[in-house]
């Protein structure tokens, strides 16, 4: 798909926990690690303590590195919380990223497809 195509040219980020994007654990899938050149920001990195989203500018700051060098696309396990830095970007006022939809669980079942890991 676009992703595989795109690799070395897409933004990629990774909203599962660290351990699952260097691939030292993963209960879902049967294939451990990330796609090669993304950046992993955990979604529970967008919240505050109290488990709301930290404020507006903290968000913009803690992002801007990731988003100074364009559109970024989104994923994680299964699509579900790479909604979230979907979501923490536009409470940002960062705009323009997208989802994949198939994240990891797509990525990981076709072996031709490349993996990395650390």
Known sequence: GAVNAGLGRLRLVDARAPERFRGDAEPLDRV???????ANRFFKDN??????FKAAETLRAEWAALAAGGPLVHYCGSGVTACQ????????????????PGSWSEWSADSTRPV???
């Not at 830095?85 to 994949?100: F, P, R, S, W």
């Open 32 to 38: 451990a690690g990330h796609v090669p050149g993304a």
């Open 116 to 118: 990395a890991r650390g």
């Open 47 to 52: 919240l505050a303590p109290d488990g709301r």
């Open 85 to 100: 830095n979907l979501l923490a970007m536009t409470v940002a006022g960062l705009h323009g990223a997208k989802l994949y």
